[in-house]
C-alpha cells in the first residue's frame, strides 16, 4: 500500500473529541427566532392541526407561553396576529389595538429583553387573504404599500424591536423605511423578507393564520421557485432600499439562494424555515421514522453552513432545549 498517494481525511474524525476540535459551524441559541401566533379572544390556547407542538394562544395565556420561551433561553420571537373580523382592507393589521400591537406592547413591559420582531403583511388581515388591497382582480402594488407603511409605524409605536415586511410588494423596503424615519423610528431595523418564493411549503402556516387566499394564488407577487438570478434582483433591490437583514424563504429547498445572498451581500441573512418543512419532520417523527432531534439539529446546522446568520424555525423551542443539554 505504501506506493499509494492519497489523503487520510479520516485522521481527524478519529474521535469526538478530534471531530469537535476542527467542526466549522455551530448553532447557537443565539441564532433562533420563534414565530408567534396570537389569537383574539380569551381562553384559546390551540394546537396547529398540521403543526404538532406548535400553538396559537389569546393574550390571556401569552405569558405562559412566553414564561417557557424565556426560561428556555430563547432572545427573539416573531409575531403573527389573527384578528377576529377581516375585512378587504385589513384594517386590523394597522390598529393601534390590533392583537400584534397588544401582544408587542405586552411582551415589551413585562420581558425587555426579548427581541421582538414584527411581521408586517396584511394577509391575515384582509378577508380576501392576499398580502395587499385588490384592484381590478389582482393585488395592487402602490396602494398596498401605504397600507403596509401604517402597519410598520404602529407596530413600531408598539414597541416592536425589528419590522419584517413579508408582502413581497416593489418598493416595501423604501417605502417602510421612509415611514418609520418620518415617524421617529429612525433606529428601527428593517428584516426583509426579501426573497420569498410562491412556496407549497407555507401550507400549513395557512392553516394556523387562517390565511389562505379566498381566489387565485401570490405568483403575482411572490417569486418563482424556479428562478435564482431573480433573487439576487430582489435581494439587490432591497439592499439599496435600506433593509437591514435580508430573508430568504422557505429553508431547506433554498440553501443554495442563501449561500448566493451571504456572498454577494454583506447583510445578516436570515433563513426561514417554514410551516411545511417543520411538518413533514414532525410527521416522519410521529411515525418513528426519523430521529427528530437528529434530524432537526443536522437541518439547522445545515442552514448555518449554507450562509445563514440567524433561523426562523418553529422548532426553535426543541432545539433551544438540545443545545442546552450538549
Ligand atoms: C405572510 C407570511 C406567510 C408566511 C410568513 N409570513 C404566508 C404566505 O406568504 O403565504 C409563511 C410562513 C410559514 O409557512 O411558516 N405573508
Known amino acids: 500500500m505504501s506506493q499509494l498517494e492519497f489523503s487520510r481525511h ?40 398540521s403543526m404538532p407542538g406548535v400553538f396559537r394562544v389569546s393574550m390571556d395565556n401569552l405569558k405562559t407561553e412566553m414564561d417557557e420561551i424565556v426560561s428556555l433561553g430563547i432572545k427573539s420571537v416573531l409575531l403573527f396576529g389573527i384578528p377576529d373580523e377581516k375585512d378587504a382592507c385589513g384594517t386590523e393589521a394597522y390598529h393601534d389595538h390590533g392583537i400584534v400591537q397588544v401582544a408587542t406592547r405586552y411582551i415589551k413591559e413585562h420581558y425587555p429583553e426579548m427581541i421582538v420582531v414584527a411581521d408586517t403583511c396584511l394577509c391575515e388581515y384582509t378577508d380576501h387573504g392576499h398580502c395587499g388591497l385588490i384592484e381590478n382582480g389582482d393585488v395592487d402594488n402602490d396602494s398596498s404599500l401605504e397600507l403596509l407603511v401604517k402597519t410598520a409605524v404602529s407596530q413600531a409605536e408598539a414597541g416592536a424591536d425589528i419590522i419584517a415586511p413579508s408582502n413581497m410588494m416593489d418598493g416595501f423596503v423604501a417605502a417602510i423605511r421612509a415611514g418609520l424615519d418620518e415617524a421617529g423610528f429612525e433606529n428601527i431595523p428593517v428584516m426583509s423578507y426579501a426573497v420569498k418564493y ?129
Open 10 to 49: 479520516r485522521r481527524l474524525r478519529t474521535s469526538a473529541s478530534l471531530r469537535s476540535l476542527v467542526r466549522e459551524n455551530f448553532l447557537r441559541l443565539e441564532d433562533l427566532i420563534y414565530p408567534l401566533f396570537i389569537l383574539e379572544g380569551e381562553n384559546k390556547r390551540e394546537e396547529v392541526r
Open 198 to 326: 410562491a412556496s407549497a411549503f407555507y401550507g400549513p402556516f395557512r392553516d394556523a393564520a387562517d390565511s389562505t387566499p379566498q381566489f387565485g394564488d401570490r405568483k403575482t407577487y411572490q417569486m418563482d421557485p424556479a428562478n435564482r438570478l431573480e433573487a439576487m434582483r430582489e435581494a439587490e433591490s432591497d439592499v439599496k432600499e435600506g433593509a437591514d437583514f435580508l430573508i430568504v424563504k422557505p429553508g431547506m429547498p433554498y440553501l443554495d439562494i442563501v449561500r448566493d445572498v451571504k456572498n454577494n451581500y454583506n447583510l445578516p441573512v436570515v433563513i426561514y424555515n417554514v410551516s411545511g418543512e417543520y411538518s413533514m419532520v414532525k410527521a416522519a417523527a410521529q411515525n418513528d421514522w426519523i430521529d427528530e432531534k437528529a434530524v432537526v439539529m443536522e437541518m439547522l446546522t445545515g442552514m448555518k453552513r449554507a450562509g445563514a446568520d440567524l433561523i426562523i424555525t418553529y422548532h426553535a423551542k426543541d432545539a433551544a432545549r438540545w443545545l442546552k443539554k450538549q
